[in-house]
């Protein structure tokens, strides 16, 4: 093991089907029924599921009509993001009695290290079950957690044992652990990438093992670098209280799908302002600007450029978008578009990771 490398005591507590599951609390007539919080329109899309509607393969980020059609009797609730702050707040304040270092990932899960914490409790198993059954008694809510030596495998962990269950992956069962994982439950793996990885023989985290960085790096780019670490169990990200944001995006979702560019640029100059207020709100500039466009089969395309330097008005931003949006023929009429700006001037250079394989202590306790 490098010598500065250290273990740290992670949990990643993500809330079971959050939404869907606060709908379901304050509403007795809706426990055990099939239901999305979303819109039931035939533009309206799932935004979260509770268990029962997965059964019959409801996920969000769904059409409401497949939904619709996957469970005839699903149920449609509106959200309420107001009252899903309410609650993730008293959440968070939970987390907070066991440690400061809480980083949230969105309103319903967050990374806790509990290296050194506020109870003084040396097993962070046993903390995970304690805060997930004090946010049941507080709340009526079920919680998952995942827990291990880095949020990367923190984070797949808490995946396993799910709904309202936890995962422990001891510092000696990490490398057979990541070795017997399937591809695509690697976070950071999504669909177009593990069809990807399953073409190249790359089924398992045994079979990422053995393809070399340079490999990884011709095939995935800079991803390879990361996908090289992380199944040798090296993921060096610190749990970070005060997240500095990645990107700042903003994007809407027409009524009508569009298949006139001239209509396009009308929507693209109202989310290039929108997108302008957000970015003076945080004094933030860019240098990515991103365009994102999902058509009316649903069918993602994103289109990047890079600048020579930061932007964040309106003007800029608009004039780079547009010379996006002609980059390429459209294949469809659009239903969503999106502008996001990255590469930001809040980012700080990150260190470089030792590429050594780890070499876990036997006597860290869990």
Aim: with cysteine; aromatic share 8%.
């Amino acid at each position: 093991m490098p010598n500065d490398f250290q273990l740290r005591k992670i949990i990643h507590v993500d809330m079971d089907a959050f939404y869907a599951s606060v709908e379901q609390l304050d509403n007795p007539d809706l426990r055990g029924k099939p239901i999305a919080v979303g819109g039931s329109s035939k533009r309206g899309v799932v935004a979260a599921a509770s268990y029962e509607a997965r059964k019959f393969g409801v996920r969000s980020a769904m059409s409401s009509v497949v939904a619709q059609r996957n469970c005839p009797e699903l149920i449609f609730v509106k959200a309420r993001f107001e009252r899903y702050k309410e609650i993730s707040k008293i959440i968070r304040g939970i987390f907070h009695e066991y440690t400061d270092l809480v980083e949230p990932l969105s309103l319903d899960e967050a990374y806790l290290d509990v290296t050194v914490n506020k109870k003084g409790n040396p097993s962070a198993s046993l903390m995970a079950k304690e805060i997930r059954q004090k946010i049941f008694d507080t709340t009526g809510l079920n919680a998952s957690a995942g827990i291990s030596i880095n949020k990367f495998i923190a984070k797949v962990a808490s995946d396993i044992n799910k709904p309202n269950g936890q995962k422990t992956v001891n510092p000696e069962e990490v490398l057979e652990f990541l070795e017997e994982l399937e591809i695509r439950k690697f976070y950071g793996v999504g669909k177009v990438t593990a069809e990807k990885m399953y073409k190249l023989g790359i089924f398992t985290g045994k079979d990422l093992k053995l393809k070399t960085e340079e490999f990884l790096e011709e095939n995935f780019g800079k991803s390879g670098n990361y996908y090289y670490n992380v199944v040798r169990g090296i993921h060096t990200s610190e749990v970070k209280p005060h997240r500095i944001p990645k990107s700042v995006g903003a994007e809407r979702t027409f009524n009508e799908n569009l298949s006139s560019e001239v209509f396009m640029l009308e929507r693209l100059e109202h989310i290039a302002e929108e997108l302008e207020k957000r970015l003076k709100k945080a004094n933030i500039a860019g240098k990515t600007v991103t365009l994102k466009i999902k058509y009316s089969d649903f069918t993602l395309n994103t289109r990047s450029k890079t600048l020579n330097y930061f932007i964040s008005s309106k003007g800029l931003i608009l004039e780079t978008a547009k010379e996006l949006l002609y980059q390429e023929k459209l294949q469809n009429s659009v239903r969503l578009l999106g502008i996001s700006l990255a590469n930001l001037n809040t980012e700080k250079k990150q260190k470089n990771v030792n590429k050594e394989t780890v070499s876990v202590q036997l006597k860290f306790e869990f």
